[in-house]
């Protein structure tokens, strides 16, 4: 890490005028966290790293006043938004300044499902705001009632409403991004189709998002609905026909094989059940209720997802999904950790019994349903039972032999963490373009190197 004592804040803020910052050190520090903690790696890795200047922009403008005057003292930049990531994305490797994005936080505009919204504004407030129009949003990740819509794009892939449309990167999953360069002379660029991927996922190395254009979908009534099966692979096989019935509405398919049931807050589960969680249109539970018998399942909770989001005593199901399954894991044990798997559609419960048998509780399973290329099939987060980072990169190696894509969360480098161990083409070549001195999140991206 970069020693900046001899620097000189006091006038680098005083260049940056009426913009407001943040110098407090405690503050500081803890606006230059994420959750990287999920990981006992990353903990090790990251845990000293700090900014030395937080700036809280209010607007466009603010933005490029700060990217500009970064890029001139060659002042490393890191972009961040409520900070809810897992990967060290918002963690300033280098020092330098942390830019908190969450005064742009306005909703722009919605017209014809389609919406435009600065990137700080919170992705429950966006639902709020766009629910008076009769949409919603497309897909959120369970950290919905605190993250970002810039947070998301820049440093998620997909969450609940991923079963009907895919991940993020689905083309028509995100329509416009404007960005801002880090130069002396900053450029503002608008993206559209498929060069969305150059800052999708990017973790802010290539450029700094100040608006977004979204697809919205129709509102509907989701009702939170959870089933406990006696056998691990029959909930599965119910969870992947959901997942595979087209006609039943749904924003969510879950399956926590046990002992995961038992670390939910707010939840009793009976034990020695396996659960599949979902969240389904009100009209279409009749369909639901079939395909529960068919397999044998039992409901033991159904109830409106609004209720669950307006009592502060309730907690909607997808707060006990995606990443939040192992952060209630971790309330009950702090040694455990995660895993990110993507199974081929192909070989999906071939592949899940097979790791099922394999591990036991060791690599306990936790599965999302989702759309990938058109096809149903489903990314696992398994809860981990960590012992040594050895014997985490051998079960990450065995899982690979068996033919499935590990995105590794315990590595914070883009390249690292990609199932396939490479970024997309675009983006080293648009951070070239939009970063020259490697200033944005420096240590991000490995394979960039300033020209």
Same mark, same amino acid.
């Given at each position: 890490?970069?020693?900046?004592?001899?620097?000189?804040?006091? #006038?680098?803020?005083?260049?940056?005028?009426?913009? $407001?910052?943040?110098?407090?050190?405690?503050?500081?520090?803890?606006?230059?966290?994420?959750?990287?903690?999920?990981?006992?790696?990353?903990?090790?890795?990251?845990?000293?790293?700090?900014?030395?200047?937080?700036?809280?922009?209010?607007?466009?403008?603010?933005?490029?006043?700060?990217?500009?005057?970064?890029?001139?003292?060659?002042?490393?930049?890191?972009?961040?938004? *409520?900070?809810?990531?897992?990967?060290?994305?918002?963690?300033?490797?280098?020092?330098?300044?942390?830019?908190?994005?969450?005064?742009?936080?306005?909703?722009?505009?919605?017209?014809?499902?389609?919406?435009?919204?600065?990137?700080?504004?919170? !992705?429950?407030?966006?639902?709020?705001?766009?629910?008076?129009?009769?949409?919603?949003?497309?897909?959120? $990740?369970? &950290?919905?009632?605190?993250?970002?819509?810039?947070?998301?794009? *820049?440093?998620?892939?997909?969450?609940?409403?991923?079963? &009907?449309?895919?991940?993020?990167?689905?083309?028509?999953?995100?329509?416009?991004?404007?960005?801002?360069?880090?130069?002396?002379?900053?450029?503002?660029?608008?993206?559209?189709?498929?060069?969305?991927?150059?800052?999708? /996922?990017?973790?802010?190395?290539?450029?700094?998002?100040?608006?977004?254009?979204?697809?919205?979908?129709?509102?509907?009534?989701?009702?939170?609905?959870? *089933?406990?099966?006696?056998?691990?692979?029959?909930?599965?096989?119910?969870?992947?026909?959901?997942?595979?019935?087209?006609?039943?509405?749904?924003?969510?398919?879950?399956?926590?094989? /046990?002992?995961?049931?038992?670390?939910?807050?707010?939840?009793?589960?009976?034990?020695?059940?396996?659960?599949?969680?979902?969240?389904?249109?009100?009209?279409? !539970?009749?369909?639901? @209720?079939?395909?529960?018998?068919?397999?044998?399942? @039992?409901?033991?909770?159904?109830?409106?997802?609004?209720?669950?989001?307006?009592?502060?005593?309730?907690? $909607?199901?997808?707060?006990?999904?995606?990443?939040?399954? @192992?952060?209630?894991?971790?309330?009950?044990?702090?040694?455990?950790?995660?895993?990110?798997?993507?199974?081929?559609?192909?070989?999906?419960?071939?592949?899940?019994?097979?790791?099922?048998?394999?591990?036991?509780?060791?690599?306990?399973?936790?599965?999302?349903?989702?759309?990938? #290329?058109?096809?149903? @099939?489903?990314?696992?987060?398994?809860?981990?039972?960590?012992?040594?980072?050895?014997? !985490?990169?051998?079960?990450?190696?065995?899982?690979?032999?068996?033919?499935?894509?590990?995105?590794? $969360?315990?590595?914070?480098? !883009?390249?690292?963490?990609?199932?396939?161990?490479?970024?997309?083409?675009?983006?080293?070549?648009?951070?070239?373009?939009?970063?020259? *001195? #490697?200033?944005?999140?420096?240590?991000?991206?490995?394979?960039?190197?300033?020209?």
């Amino acid at each position: 890490m970069i020693d900046w004592q001899g620097f000189d804040w006091q #006038g680098f803020q005083a260049e940056l005028g009426d913009i $407001p910052c943040i110098t407090e050190r405690a503050l500081v520090r803890q606006k230059s966290r994420d959750f990287f903690w999920y990981s006992p790696i990353l903990k090790a890795a990251l845990n000293d790293k700090s900014a030395d200047l937080v700036v809280c922009p209010r607007n466009e403008a603010d933005v490029v006043a700060v990217s500009a005057l970064c890029a001139r003292h060659r002042v490393p930049l890191t972009v961040r938004g *409520a900070g809810t990531g897992n990967y060290g994305q918002a963690v300033p490797l280098e020092g330098g300044v942390v830019l908190d994005m969450t005064g742009l936080n306005r909703v722009l505009s919605v017209d014809a499902g389609l919406l435009r919204v600065e990137p700080g504004c919170r !992705l429950i407030d966006i639902e709020s705001a766009v629910a008076e129009a009769g949409w919603e949003l497309r897909m959120y $990740p369970s &950290t919905k009632r605190t993250a970002t819509i810039g947070g998301f794009v *820049a440093g998620g892939s997909g969450g609940i409403g991923s079963i &009907t449309y895919g991940g993020l990167r689905e083309r028509g999953n995100i329509v416009a991004a404007r960005v801002v360069s880090c130069e002396a002379e900053p450029r503002i660029v608008e993206l559209t189709g498929d060069a969305i991927n150059r800052v999708n /996922h990017a973790y802010g190395t290539t450029g700094i998002i100040t608006a977004l254009s979204i697809p919205l979908a129709p509102r509907l009534p989701w009702v939170d609905v959870i *089933a406990a099966f006696d056998d691990f692979m029959t909930a599965v096989r119910c969870a992947r026909m959901l997942g595979l019935s087209d006609g039943i509405a749904k924003k969510l398919v879950t399956v926590l094989a /046990h002992p995961l049931p038992q670390n939910l807050k707010g939840l009793t589960t009976p034990e020695g059940k396996h659960l599949v969680i979902a969240m389904i249109a009100s009209h279409a !539970l009749t369909g639901w @209720t079939d395909l529960l018998g068919d397999f044998g399942g @039992t409901e033991i909770l159904r109830r409106p997802t609004a209720e669950a989001e307006t009592d502060a005593q309730l907690t $909607p199901v997808y707060e006990y999904t995606w990443n939040h399954t @192992t952060l209630h894991a971790l309330r009950k044990d702090k040694s455990v950790t995660y895993l990110q798997s993507l199974f081929p559609a192909d070989r999906t419960l071939e592949l899940i019994e097979e790791t099922y048998r394999s591990y036991g509780d060791e690599l306990m399973i936790h599965l999302e349903f989702l759309r990938a #290329g058109g096809q149903v @099939t489903c990314s696992a987060l398994q809860v981990v039972r960590f012992s040594t980072p050895e014997r !985490l990169n051998q079960i990450i190696a065995e899982l690979e032999a068996r033919g499935i894509l590990i995105a590794n $969360p315990h590595v914070f480098t !883009l390249e690292d963490g990609a199932g396939h161990k490479r970024i997309g083409g675009d983006q080293p070549a648009f951070k070239r373009e939009m970063d020259p *001195a #490697g200033l944005l999140n420096p240590g991000k991206m490995r394979s960039f190197t300033v020209a």
